[in-house]
């Protein structure tokens, strides 16, 4: 994952991770696959309710902002 400086990371086990993955992981009760996403719904990366983040792969996250860019949100 690249790292963004505007996402809260923890470390876990001895590793970093992004605080919003770690969360998701936690609620569905399984690892997240390196091909998912997790998606913060209202777009502000400091907001992790678990009613604002969504699992996504890797195109439907592509698909997902191409097609905010044509809409003009």
């Known amino acids: 994952m690249k790292r963004q400086p505007w996402y809260s990371r923890l470390t876990v086990s001895g590793k970093r991770v992004a605080l919003h993955r770690h969360l998701m992981a936690q609620h569905l ?4 696959c390196v091909d998912e996403i997790v998606h913060h719904r209202d777009h502000n990366p400091r907001n992790n309710a ?14 997902h902002h191409l097609a905010k860019t044509f809409r003009n949100d």
């Open 29 to 32: 009760g399984r690892l997240l």
């Open 50 to 63: 678990i009613g604002n983040l969504a699992v996504m792969s890797r195109m439907e996250h592509g698909i």
